[in-house]
């Protein structure tokens, strides 16, 4: 299979494994330091996975760090499991990638090590840095070499495609879009391989499991569709909901025949693709749920129509741009409406009727002290179209808040927050509502969420 490390190159990775040996006190220390950074703090997952990698290989077990024992080991899948259907070893080693690179972009450490996992291995590099007496700041380095081959790995979004993708075509000349486009799938954005299930430790006191108590025991977390919002962005067209389900979008339109990229559109169109933190956000959701015995699936939005949503509770993870189903839940009369945006700008919440304390609208900016940036998320429980089940719509200004937004109702604080905020007792069912959380991110990936805002909904339109 394309990508996968030959037996020539892992040897070589196990030989350069054990000459580091020796330094593993050093090594570990040097583990705990970037498992405990930013980047990787908030992705429980990434940082078990690079501990358990790194710690076998220290141990001189590299040769057990393939796919399917990593499947088997951290993941709880079966012997024979089909690795060519369920990715989550291959997502979840191109989200560490993702990881070190930012942590070490932004950390400054000490430490002679540094940490790095090829594409297409799970046997992680180890390299020394040491200064060269009387030179200009030049590096020694002990590596392991890089696999021969084409990565098996498409690697995640480096941002959401309603900020850095959108701004950055927007401002793009239209001729120059298609090869940018075309780069942008190949690095942005995860292929839609996610078709199992996932199972974790159940969290019986959190905002989710309030939110759908016991109703239909099924659940769909729908994920956002980011190669309709590329088309989008060519076309400098916005797709109606209506548009989408009848499938508009397949037809090549008069540019792309003008350019001669049928061929292109076609793929774009028949692909499913969605953002790595819609991809993760969805795996921790079915992971409560199906601690809870409920039947979960995992679907990108070009699977759905709109009579799924008459029965059964959903999670809808993206906002109308991306995921144009989240346009049947719209609120009459929100209390936290998005203001209407063009194409390529990042769309500001406003705060119909501000509390003391909170601001007139929730809008992207970059915070004076800290140098992060701070976005939001709206998040609106309702009932679905037939009022026979529920449905959470989590909807971003960027990837990092989408995916915060999400992770913050799994947080075992987040049930308390809204209760205390709409001032119900503990044993009180949640109304419909809507909430804003607001997101620190450190170069797009999230830092820390926040409730901020919370409102009850007492109406809701049935229909976009």
Known sequence: MPGRMDDASYALAIAKNNELAKHSAELRLHLKEV??????????????????????SLRGESEELRERALGIELFGRPADYDTGEDAIVRVTASDVRRRLLQHYGKAESDSRFRIELPSGSYVPEFRRIASLTGASEATVSETIAEPAGNPMIVPPAPGHPETRRALFFSNAPRVGWIAAIAAMICVATVSWLLRDRFSAAPNSANFISRAFPSASGNMQVIVSDDGLLLMEVLLDHRFTLQEYENLNFMTPPDLVRQKGLERFWDNLSRRQVTNFGNFQSSQHIADQMLARNWNVSVRNARQVNARDFQK?????????????????????????????????????VRNVSPLPGEPTCFEVHQDAKSGETVSYARL??????THKGRVLVVAGQSMASTELGAEFVLQKSSLAKVLNQLRLRASDALPDLEMMVRVSELNEIGDNVELVACRRVNVHSEAP
């Open 35 to 56: 498992v405990n950074g930013p980047a990787f703090k908030v992705s429980r997952r990434s940082a078990e996975f690079l501990t358990y990698i790194v710690e076998r």
């Open 312 to 348: 059964g509770d959903f999670v809808i993870l993206g906002s109308s741009h991306t995921n144009p189903w989240a346009a049947i839940f719209e609120v009459q009369d929100s209390n936290f409406p998005f203001d209407p945006t063009p194409l390529g700008k990042t769309a500001t």
């Open 380 to 385: 609106t429980l309702l009932q679905n179209t």
